[in-house]
């Protein structure tokens, strides 16, 4: 089991650029979660999905950023327009019936 | 709304002291809960969960916690604390009724003295 799969795992980006961050899930996990994390708040949930339908979204912070499942093995993350704000790192997990799963992160950096 | 409170930002011990830190929740049942532990740089790893039954849960690298529920507490103890302990804390809980989503406390910063 590779555990959940998170790229990129450093992503340095311009201010107004598109970011897409990704994430496969644990295979046969039906829940996945896309949290932030930064010093100033900590770790915030931002959204997530059950059987690759989101559930909910109200941690997402505003219209730029949105996110898919479109399968059960593939999710995205997007910014766009990016603010240097937007600079944390970025976590996925995936869920079955047990414990949550995280993967490394994505650190994101927006000069 | 379910919530998550660390006290303690950040927490100094000596190797080989004992370790308590604490935990006190916000939710209007019992909820499913954790204890994360992150390294610098790194993802977040699960140490030990409760989700029902005893109240005493032991997790990995000796760590255990107790749920107290008239205390709404599930403080995370080791008995002797190695200098390879210290990292950053997370206790989160999960809501059984809203798709198990995780609220993560600010988290406890440990540091060990040799």
């Known amino acids: 089991d590779a555990g959940v799969i998170q790229s990129p795992r450093h992503e340095v980006t311009e201010m107004g650029q598109e970011v897409t961050l990704r994430c496969k899930p644990i295979?046969?996990?039906?829940?996945l979660f896309w949290y932030r994390q930064t010093m100033m708040r900590g770790l915030e949930l931002l959204i997530y999905?059950?059987?690759?339908?989101?559930?909910?979204d109200s941690g997402m912070p505003e219209d730029r950023f949105s996110a898919k499942m479109p399968n059960a093995s593939f999710s995205t993350l997007k910014i766009q327009p990016s603010e240097p704000r937007d600079s944390a790192v970025y976590f996925c997990a995936s869920r079955k019936s047990g414990g949550y799963t995280f993967g490394s992160g994505t650190r994101l950096t927006v000069v | 709304a379910q919530s998550v409170t660390q006290p303690d930002i950040h927490i100094t011990v000596s190797e080989g002291a004992s370790l308590e830190l604490r935990c006190n929740y916000s939710?209007?049942?019992?909820?499913?809960l954790f204890w994360y532990v992150q390294s610098p740089g790194q993802g977040l790893q699960l140490l030990l969960k409760?989700?029902?039954?005893?109240?005493l849960v032991q997790g990995i690298k000796g760590f255990e916690a107790e749920f107290k529920r008239s205390q709404s507490s599930f403080n995370l103890r080791k008995p002797s604390v190695h200098w390879s302990d210290a990292a950053e804390y997370f206790c989160a809980v999960g809501a059984r009724n809203q798709g198990g989503k995780l609220i993560f406390g600010q988290g406890t910063e440990l540091s060990v003295k040799p």
């Open positions: 939710y209007g049942a019992t909820p499913y």
């Open positions: 999905f059950n059987n690759n339908v989101p559930i909910d």
């Open positions: 295979s046969g996990h039906d829940y």
């Open positions: 409760y989700f029902s039954g005893d109240t």
